[in-house]
């Protein structure tokens, strides 16, 4: 019997080592092997990288943050402007009313009433670097944005905006503030000047402009590219 017993068992088929190696490698949970986690569907998983639906997030969430971004930056800018040319008039102002404090003292009113309509940038020590200088009933359109000149024959300092959305009011299209300066006169002293100020010929606005201002901005934009 042990003898039969020994055939049988001899016949039994041999597993080869290579074998085994494989069924380890193909289902390391039954062998005591790594986990899925740590498997090579694991490893090919981080090898493939991004998945399509991935990428068209992370593109979408770059792209709602660059537009932020621009936003702001827009907003900035046409801001900047403002602020510089609401400086420069601020600077004019001091210059004048210094001019105007010495002509009071000196009691120099012939002086004083030749400020009338002159140009105000005459009052500053150094012009800025954006200022044009005087011209004789310019074409606007002509004058590049951002940018100051004087007109003798309006007798106006004027501003050609560069933002015209970011603007509203003023001398109208293309933008434009103008500023004169006037004699102020006391009513108790029988229209004897007393002094001079910087004042805006028309009322103007720095922000957004409204619809029906884009609609003007627009059709005037659309009249300078055809000529009429």
Known sequence: MRHIRCQKLDKLPTVSYGLIKEFETRHPRFTGGTSPSEGPLARSWRERGFTLLELVVVIAVIALLLTVAIGHLWVLQKEAEATAMEQVLG???????????SDLVNDDIADLRRLAGSNPMRELAQTPKNYLGTFDGVNPASIPGGHWYFDRRSRMLIYRVRNRDYFSGGLGMPPRAGFTIRIAQARHTRGKAVGAVLVA???????????????????WSIGRIFGF
């Open 91 to 101: 600077t004019l102002r001091s210059a004048l009313g210094m001019n105007v404090a």
């Open 201 to 219: 010929v028309a009322p103007y606005r720095w922000g957004p402009r409204r619809a029906a201002e884009r609609r003007q901005g627009v059709a």
